[in-house]
C-alpha cells in the first residue's frame, strides 16, 4: 500500500490561474506530514503565482523525501489512502477532503 494523497495549490484572489497539477505523494501523505511540508515550502512559494508555488513545493517535497522518489506529478486529483488536499494560499490553510487540518500559514509575497 502506501500513504497516498494528491495536493492542489490554489489561490482564491487570482482565480483566473489554474491547477497546473496535482501533486502525487505515496509515502508522505498523513495529514501531519503534508502541513509539515507546506509550511516548510511556503516563504519560497509565492503567493501571487500559482504555477510557481506549485513548483517551489513540488521542489520541496522531492528534497523531503529520500531520492525523490515516490512523488510525481499528475493531471488528475485523486482519493486514495489520505485523499485529496487543497492548499489555498489566499486563506493560508489546507483542508483535506473540506476539513481544515491547518491555519495561518504565511506564504511569499514577492
Not at 500500500?1 to 508522505?28: F, K
Not at 516563504?43 to 504555477?51: A, L, P, T
Not at 523525501?65 to 487543497?86: A, C, F, I, P, R
Request: with cysteine.
Amino acid at each position: 500500500m502506501g500513504n497516498r494523497a494528491t495536493l492542489e495549490v490554489i489561490n482564491q484572489d487570482y482565480s483566473w490561474q489554474e491547477t497546473p497539477c496535482y501533486i502525487y505523494v505515496h509515502w508522505s501523505g498523513s495529514p501531519e506530514t503534508v502541513t509539515e511540508l507546506v509550511k516548510g515550502a511556503s516563504s519560497n512559494m509565492r503567493k501571487s503565482d500559482v504555477n510557481y508555488a506549485t513548483a517551489r513545493l513540488i521542489a520541496h517535497i522531492c528534497n523531503y523525501v529520500e531520492g525523490g522518489l515516490s512523488v510525481g506529478v499528475q493531471k488528475n486529483k485523486e482519493d486514495w489512502d489520505n485523499g485529496h488536499y487543497v492548499i489555498d494560499m489566499s486563506k493560508g490553510n489546507i483542508k483535506n477532503d473540506d476539513k481544515l487540518i491547518a491555519d495561518g500559514i504565511q506564504f511569499g509575497n514577492f
